[in-house]
């Protein structure tokens, strides 16, 4: 009675763990999986790139900011 019981719980919690937990796991590996690949495709090696990059985010950072206030 007992041994079934506990045989039964131990199978709910694998399928607990098989896909909830690793289904977590493979959707935030997949999510950077993604996110990389997007990320590989501004990465260009140009300085002037990063530089105009980095200017726009700063007038944007200064517009939202402006806009709040």
Known sequence: MVRAFVDGLCYILEL???YVVDGIV???AKL????????RRVQT???????LALIVGVVVV???????I
Do not use: E, K, P, R
């Open 16 to 18: 607990f763990d098989t």
């Open 26 to 28: 493979n959707g935030f």
């Open 32 to 39: 950077s999986m993604v996110g990389g690949g997007a990320i």
């Open 45 to 51: 090696g140009q300085l002037q790139f990063y530089g």
């Open 62 to 68: 200064i517009a939202v900011w402006y806009a709040y």
